[in-house]
């Protein structure tokens, strides 16, 4: 594999304590996290172009958080709680059961809108900060995320 | 819920980590420096992330984790067979060890073999011979020419290595046979290599060793380990993040 000049052990080494960490918080399974690990810096080669410009925490971070939620999307358990209380439990991270609640939350949204969620509601991150991680408008991360409320708030009427 | 986070914001984990790494833009760097001042839990989560950082890279050193991500770009898919190519590719009598293998399987292990706690994956090595394939539990006696077959049985997702040392320092690759990265492993029953193995006249011993994780590695990484002194208890000299199963066969001399 070309490695367009990336040291991937020195990547790893600053890096990736970071990244499976991340990959832990989210998936809550140490086999999973490390496997996810690997897929966020082989991703990262393969995206090695969008390194130009930013520090690579940001990108592995975004990249980590990204791919960790497909893999709990596609876990495909059962769905628990519906509504803003989702919502609520998520931001309380402590809670055993917030995968669970993340595969149902972010099943029908882009993955740019899961990630940002996940950056704000979790994270604690404020709108201007995930719109600079995002590359986004502050308006944009606004209106995307308002979209997810809103099918949140469907998913509870039904 | 409000969309806005007002006031003084906690310190997040990311701006932590981007801390540490001296990546955070100049001004948020400047609050995590004042919070840092008079805040001594954000002082302890960032020891705490200290300590993590030595804690991973001693279980997952950044050489193996390289190592596997290059494999892993190198090989967009497992190299496992599946279980149909499995069965045509071995004869009557690998079909016969599969049915013994559950049987011997619930044997207490000898004492030198090498086992470690919550061990997905074993090696077996079973003895062909006239009338059945005989099981080798490890300090079990084989001569030069006994013909073995190894197989493996996995309860859990996992990539490993086979190899085996013979007396003289040896290394034989057994799994996979081909390639850079660690075989993709079929989970459930006992499956036998698709080649079995004629031992040669080297003396003393035939060590057997399979390495796994959850995630691929280097072949290269597993090799050099092999042909390198073995650690404590027969191990190969790997990081504790790999799994490791090692059967020791003792060679008696040809009569």
């Given at each position: 594999m070309d490695e367009g000049g990336i040291d991937v052990d020195a990547l790893f080494e600053r890096y990736g304590p970071m990244v499976l960490r991340r990959c832990r918080r989210l998936l809550r399974d140490e086999d999973e996290a490390l496997d996810v690990t690997q897929e966020v810096f082989l991703r990262l080669l393969k995206q090695r172009h969008r390194l130009t410009d930013r520090h690579p925490s940001s990108l592995l971070y975004r990249i980590a958080t990204n791919l960790s939620l497909n893999r709990i999307r596609d876990r495909r358990r059962a769905p628990v709680l519906p509504g803003d209380e989702v919502l609520h439990r998520i931001a309380r991270w402590n809670d055993p059961d917030v995968p669970l609640l993340l595969a149902r939350l972010f099943g029908r949204h882009p993955e740019s809108t899961r990630t940002m969620a996940v950056l704000h509601y979790?994270?604690?991150?404020t709108l201007e900060q995930v719109a600079r991680e995002c590359g986004m408008s502050v308006s944009g991360v606004r209106k995307r995320l308002r979209g997810l409320r809103a099918s949140l708030a469907e998913t509870e009427a039904v | 819920m409000n969309d806005e986070r007002a006031g003084s914001t906690p310190i997040g984990d990311w701006q932590l980590e981007r801390f540490r790494l001296e990546e955070l833009p100049a001004e948020e760097r400047e609050t995590v420096s004042r919070a840092l001042e008079h805040d001594a839990a954000l002082r302890a989560r960032l020891a705490e992330m200290e300590r993590s950082d030595g804690d991973i890279l001693a279980s997952h050193p950044a050489r193996v984790m390289a190592a596997a991500i290059r494999a892993r770009g190198a090989a967009e898919r497992p190299a496992s067979m599946p279980p149909a190519t499995w069965i045509a590719t071995v004869g009557v009598a690998v079909l016969a060890i599969l049915a013994v293998a559950p049987l011997w399987m619930t044997r207490p292990a000898g004492d030198d073999e090498t086992r470690v706690k919550g061990l997905t994956t074993r090696l077996l090595v079973f003895r062909q011979g006239a009338a059945a394939p005989e099981p080798l539990p490890s300090g079990s006696s084989v001569r030069a020419r006994d013909v073995v077959q190894l197989a493996y049985q996995a309860t859990a997702r996992r990539f490993a290595v086979i190899v085996s040392v013979d007396g003289r320092g040896v290394v034989t690759r057994h799994l996979p046979k081909d390639g850079a990265q660690a075989a993709a492993l079929a989970a459930g029953t006992p499956v036998p290599l698709p080649e079995a193995y004629e031992l040669d006249d080297a003396p003393r011993f035939e060590r057997f060793h399979l390495v796994a994780a959850a995630a691929p590695f280097a072949v290269d990484d597993v090799l050099a380990a092999a042909a390198a002194p073995p650690a404590a208890?027969?191990?190969?000299?790997?990081?504790?993040?790999f799994e490791q199963h090692t059967v020791v066969l003792r060679k008696e001399p040809t009569r």
């Open positions: 979790v994270d604690g991150m | 208890g027969d191990r190969l000299d790997l990081p504790p993040s």
